[in-house]
């Protein structure tokens, strides 16, 4: 089986200053597929950067980067000089690869950026 | 370029009922996930149709159905309504080279409501 736990239901950070959400997973498979999307009230989901388990590279997206501890299994998403156009809802999911096509969605944690 | 596109955007039904959705893919997808999201939950796994076929599913029960065409786009069928099944269920397509990891780009949603 394969899970996903976002810890930080609510986090909220001033405009132009960096946060991090934090997501910790669990999958027996050696080779996945990590992911961060974000939900705006508008409801759409939309990607915001995706990771390969077997690149030890930590992906990165404009101001989007990620910490990714393979050995720990944690996958944490950065936020650098946040803009109230981030405010959403952010999900950490996971494709636990094998024979596996679905994403493991975590709770999520609903960011608030402040003017 | 179209997205994904789902109808219709709201639905309210009653216990017992029966309710179709509907997906259209972003132009050049052949695969079609669909996913339930409960009001502050992350979203749930229902099933995934590749080459009119059911590829893999979630755990649901029968009562949750679905088809996909020729032209890809795809059916959420549920019966025999419960109040459980009140969600926004959500459809989301990608490219499939065979890929798990292909990103995931999702429509905006059927909020169903069940009374």
């Known amino acids: 089986a394969q899970t996903v736990t976002q810890s930080q239901p609510e986090m909220s950070v001033q405009e132009a200053e960096t946060v991090t959400l934090s997501c910790t997973y669990d999958t027996s498979e050696s080779n996945y597929y990590l992911f961060w999307y974000k939900q705006p009230p508008s409801r759409q989901m939309i990607l915001v950067i995706r990771?390969?388990?077997?690149?030890?590279q930590n992906a990165t997206e404009n101001r989007f980067s990620v910490n990714f501890q393979k050995a720990a299994k944690s996958f944490s998403l950065k936020i650098s000089d946040s803009q109230l156009g981030d405010t959403a809802m952010y999900f950490c999911?996971?494709?636990?690869?094998?024979?596996?096509?679905?994403?493991?969605f975590g709770k999520g944690t609903l960011l608030t950026v402040n003017p | 370029d179209a997205g994904v596109t789902q109808s219709p955007t709201h639905l309210i039904k009653t216990r017992g009922q029966q309710v179709t959705l509907r997906c259209s893919p972003k132009?050049?997808?052949?695969?079609v996930s669909w996913y339930q999201q409960a009001l502050g939950q992350g979203p749930q796994f229902i099933f995934q149709?590749?080459?009119?076929?059911?590829?893999q599913r979630g755990n649901f029960p029968d009562r949750f159905s679905g088809h996909q065409f020729p032209n890809y786009s795809s059916e959420l069928n549920v019966n025999a309504l419960l109040l459980g099944d009140s969600a926004l269920y959500l459809c989301a397509s990608s490219l499939d080279p065979g890929g798990r990891g292909s990103p995931l780009h999702f429509g905006n949603g059927t909020r169903l409501t069940v009374t």
């Open positions: 132009s050049g997808h052949d695969t």
């Open positions: 999911a996971l494709n636990g690869g094998g024979s596996n096509y679905k994403l493991t």
């Open positions: 149709y590749y080459e009119e076929e059911e590829r």
């Open positions: 990771q390969e388990a077997y690149k030890q």
